[in-house]
Each structure stands twice: as structure tokens, then as C-alpha cells.
């Protein structure tokens, strides 16, 4: 039996995800947070939260790094940590550093710190001779309108360091940059209080379809376990609508894709211990990456994917963390494709009505969670506003999408929000 420590989680899929991997492969974690409040309240009313299944739960001021490192080096002597791990994009970096400190396996600081910020990964990218977007990044107004004008309108406006779509826009002009930047000024700490940087990232704008590819690196080598599709709605924001496993892509664009996120992966150096999600553009000019992620995939793209293939990438994502070398094996889950879509609001209210009963007999329905009557509605501006999802796998083919896509518009016809 293994012990990990969990540094901080997200409060989605993966907060039960990854809880579970580690049960079922037969070890424990001690779960480490600054604020334990953050997870109680996402728990279903009378449950139990899975991270408090943790053999300890211990608080920390896990924001500062420098503090904590001394911390866990107490923790290890006392305890014996075979692993660190965390699932929250904010503190990837401290698990790195924590892993470094303890001589635990885990990729590179300088390599999770750059993946983790927007525009340091377009600098090692390009220092690569990756192919990448027009782009430039600025704090101040002056500097950040005169590169606008420079690269051209329309284009991409991002935060350098949030996660889940937050913030990044669609721009058309000069006006719509300058509401963006003033309101990214209002925003100066993330959602676990961490002091953010006040950079932002302009980028050519990229036609195409967007893909991501999951990977599992360990000891030098990547395995590439397949390539996700994805749909983006939202304009101006460019919010996740849906996913589909495997993505339906010509033989060459499933390759272009697939040494895109090698090359990335290589060049951040992201080669051992890390599960990662690559994004993707399929452009007219070739692949450009979009980000390199080097976690698992969320919006429970690690569940399409073990519907289809068997394979589990949180367990994956245990077994790198520990040194050791991941199952990787497919076998024939009866479905050659899985889809999820999302309910997205397009208006702010209060939910009165979510009509899901004429879903609960489709054989093809593989989960429907969906947001309750009397919860608070805000208009979609990321990917944190969802009213639900439905998954429905396809056992013949590439058809999952058209499934759920058909589901969704049952369910937007009995959407009430008031």
C-alpha cells in the first residue's frame, strides 16, 4: 500500500475521480487544504465528501510554497509519502516543487510552471521552432493597445494564469479589449485566493476545429492514449459545449494532432510522471497549440475515454505520480465512441423547471447530472456555469455526438429559468 499526498483539489469530477483510483488500486492519501469548507459545501446534502476519506486531512496555508515546503518535509518524516498529487490547475506548480523537495517523482518545476502560464508556453514553444499564433503579452494598457493593433482584429484576449475558459474572449475591437482589461483589473486574486498576475495574452485568431490529445508520460517516453474533439460555443467567450472520444478526424489530421502535443510536450519537457491534455488547433496553415495542460483532461473527458478504451487515465495519473508504470491497456468496452454535451445557460434567473425523465430509459445514456429547481442561474461566460451534462456512448461508430445533441434539445425544451 501506497500513501499519497493530495495537495488541494478541484471541486468537480475529479475530486471523486481521483479519490476513487486511489482507493481501488490500494493505497491512501493524506489530503492536505487551506480551507476544508470549499469541499463541504460541494458535497451532496448528507454525504460524505470522498476527499474526507483521506487517511489524514490536515490544513496548510497551501498558497505559499516557500512555507509549505518545510511543512511537508515535516509531514514525510512523520507520515512516509510515496507520491504527491493534485488535480487543481492552481497548485501544480507547488506539487512540483513538493515533489522535487522530497525527492518524490513528478516532473520538472521550470516544466509545470511553464505549462501552467499561457504565455510562458508560447515562449518555449517558439524557442522550440513550434509553429504557434501571432501573439504578445503586456501589462499595461498603452503597451497592450499598440500590440493589439499589430497583430489585428479579431483576436484572442486571455489571463495568463486562470483555468476553465475565465476571461478569455474573442475581441473586435479596441473598445471590447479595454472592458476586458478593466475587468481583469477587478480580478486581482483567483477563486483559492492566490495574488494573480496581471498580464494578458493577446493571440492571433485561429480558424478550425479544436482537439485535444490525453497522454501519460513516464520515464522519458509519452504514450499518446487517443485524441478528444471538442465543441465551443459562447461568443465571445469561447465556453466547452461538448466532447466526443475518439475524435472523428482523417488519418492525417489524427497524426498532425497527435506530434503536435509531442513536440509541445517535449519541448516543455513534460516526458515523465505527468498526464497531460494538449489543445489542439486543426488550421488551414496546420496545427497550432492552444495550451498544454499537464494534468488530466476535466469535464469528464477521463470518463469518455475509459467508456471507450478501458482505460483509466486517473489511475494513470496514481500510478506516474508513485514511479510507477501505468496500465495503459485497451479492452473492448462494447462502445466505439462516447460523447458528453453540456447545458449551457444563456441567461441569468433562477432554475424552475429541467425536464430529464424522458432521458432516464435511453439504453444509450451513460450519466445525466443536472442542476436542481431553485438553483441560482447565471449566464454562461466559462466553464463553471453549466446546468448539467448528459453522456451517451454509440456501440457502432462515431455517432455519439448526434446522440447527445439530439438529448440536449429535449432538455432545452423543457428548460424554464425565470
Known sequence: MAHLLMVESWVGSMSRLLPRAIREGGHEFTFLTRDLHHYLRSAPEGAAHPLLGARNVITADTNDTDALLPEVARLHSVLGFDGVITSCDYYLPAVARIAGHLGLPGPGPEAVGNACRKDATRRVLAEAGLPGPRHAVHEEWADLARAAREIGYPLV?????????????????????????????????????????????????????????????????????GVTDKSVGGAPAFIETGHMFPAALTPADLEAAEQTALGALKALGLTDAVVAHTEIKLTSAGPRVVEVNPRPAGNRITELVRHVTGVDLAAAFVDVALGRGPDLGRTDTGLRSAAIGFLVPDRAGTLEALDAHRLADAPEVLEVRLAEPGTAVRAAGSNNEYLGHVMAGDPDGPGARDRVERMLADLRAGLVIR
Do not use: W
Open 157 to 225: 484576449a486571455k489571463p495568463v494564469d486562470l483555468c476553465a475558459g475565465m476571461y478569455v474572449r474573442r475581441i473586435e475591437h479596441e473598445s471590447e479589449l479595454g472592458e476586458l482589461f478593466r475587468a481583469l483589473a477587478e480580478f486581482p486574486v483567483n477563486a483559492r485566493g492566490q495574488h494573480r498576475t496581471p498580464g494578458v495574452l493577446l493571440e492571433e485568431l485561429l480558424d478550425g476545429p479544436e482537439v485535444s490529445v490525453e497522454t501519460v508520460s513516464h520515464a522519458g517516453a509519452v504514450h499518446i492514449v
